[in-house]
């Protein structure tokens, strides 16, 4: 437990920074907008191959090893770049290796804690460490950057950080090659679901493209409002970066603190509820313009919305067949993850034309679609899983 924790606060810790660096990538090679949310589309090329791929590999070479080179691909991803600011192309490669890494770390890590007594407990504070590390790099990203470091000496303390998860990684999980089974579910498996079957899942689409809404939300506020804050709100670059920082915080503590009451409430219905304060929130932070309206409101999002990923996995975890989980999470996590690439992107775009005002009624469009996608998943299994 202790080495997924730390595997996903790395994960936190490099994409929590992207949003803070953004203004500082651009300006190191001229781009605008939309050509520097390149790097969204990089990392959903990673996020696709990792669908396709983490199943299969898992069942092929084993969980324990395929969860290894997962994190070796974020390590050379940190490796490049931090290694040169001299061109824009290998940086592009580093985050499809991220985006390779972070969803093959993600969907095994939550297949794994899928299996633990009260999953949505274990895997809220799991989610909640990535917040954690999501929280803290924004602010030492803008630390290192307002005080003349290159931007790309950042992706060091990825780099530093990489070698001691790989080793606690290797040790922990190299002889681990399936997840395991109790005797009555070993006894009761007549079928073995493949990646065929996962895709064909009504179960397993609805709540990836939950998920999908769901990140594309969190991403675009992670990774724009560093820049609207800037742009619109006229804050400073650290005060732009302490907001990016609390919505993080504000995930990191939702994940930690909520999952009793969700418990409570049950999973279904405490997304809608939350869903409920999220939208509210976002329209006062679009429509309300003061800085201090938009930075109290953007954390209180974070909270708001903390839980919905991890409500997301365990009620997958209830709805498809044990067997097909390690396609399944990867499906789900490789496609949630690419609406962190996707839709950032088009935020991206969309604001290079109209201006980057654009990023709060993006927000409320993938919340609400995010709420769709809740109320259209099934509540109990149904034979196409």
């Known amino acids: 437990m202790f080495t997924s924790a730390v595997t996903l606060f790395l994960g936190g810790w490099n994409m929590g920074a992207t949003g803070a660096l953004l203004p500082y990538i ?19 090329l990673g996020y696709t191959v990792a669908a396709l791929s983490i199943g299969p590999a898992s069942r092929r070479i084993g969980y324990g090893p395929t969860l290894i080179c997962a994190v070796v691909f974020g390590l050379v991803g940190s490796i490049l770049n931090s290694c040169q600011q001299a061109s824009f192309v290998p940086m592009c490669f580093g985050f499809c290796f991220f985006g390779f890494a972070f969803a093959g770390e993600l969907s095994l890590i939550n297949a794994y804690f899928a299996l633990l007594p009260k999953p949505l407990v274990y895997t809220g504070v799991l989610h909640g460490i990535f917040g954690l590390g999501a929280f803290a790099s924004p602010l030492v990203a803008t630390t290192m950057v ?4 290159p931007y790309h000496f950042f992706y060091m303390t990825c780099l530093g950080m990489s070698v001691p998860v790989l080793a606690l990684v ?3 999980f190299r002889t681990l090659h399936s997840l395991p089974q109790t005797p ?13 079957d996962t895709l064909r899942s009504r179960t397993v689409w609805t709540l990836a493209l939950f998920e999908m809404f769901y990140v594309g939300a ?10 609207y804050v800037l742009k619109v709100r006229n804050g400073s670059p650290s005060s732009a970066s302490w907001v990016a920082s609390t919505f993080y915080l504000g995930l990191a503590v939702g ?9 409570r409430m049950g999973e279904r219905r405490a997304v809608f509820v939350y869903l409920a304060f999220a939208l509210a929130l976002e329209a006062i932070a679009w429509a309300v313009p003061s800085y201090s309206s938009t930075a109290a409101a953007t954390a209180l999002i974070g909270l708001a919305v903390s839980t919905f990923y991890t409500a997301g996995i365990v009620m997958a975890s209830h709805l498809v067949p044990r067997s097909m989980h390690a ?14 690439a996707f839709f ?20 409320v469009a993938l919340l609400a679609a995010s709420g769709v996608m809740w109320f259209l998943a099934p509540s109990r299994p149904i034979h196409s899983a």
């Not at 050509?35 to 990089?42: D, Q, T, Y």
């Not at 969190?218 to 820049?227: A, N």
């Not at 396609?327 to 962190?340: E, P, R, T």
């Open 327 to 340: 396609d399944a999470f990867s499906v789900m996590c490789s496609i949630g993850q690419s609406g962190s």
């Open 170 to 172: 290797w040790f922990s």
């Open 146 to 149: 307002t005080k003349g470091v």
């Open 26 to 44: 651009e300006k190191a090679y001229g781009l605008d907008y939309s050509e520097v949310a390149i790097l969204f589309i990089c990392t959903f």
């Open 218 to 227: 969190e991403e675009s506020i992670g990774g724009w409002i560093v820049t």
């Open 184 to 196: 009555e579910e070993i006894i009761s498996t007549t079928r073995q679901y493949g990646l065929r």
């Open 255 to 263: 994940r930690m603190v909520l999952p009793v009451l969700n418990v």
């Open 344 to 363: 950032p992107l088009i935020v991206g775009i969309i604001a290079t034309k109209k201006g980057i005002w654009v990023v709060e009624p993006a927000v």
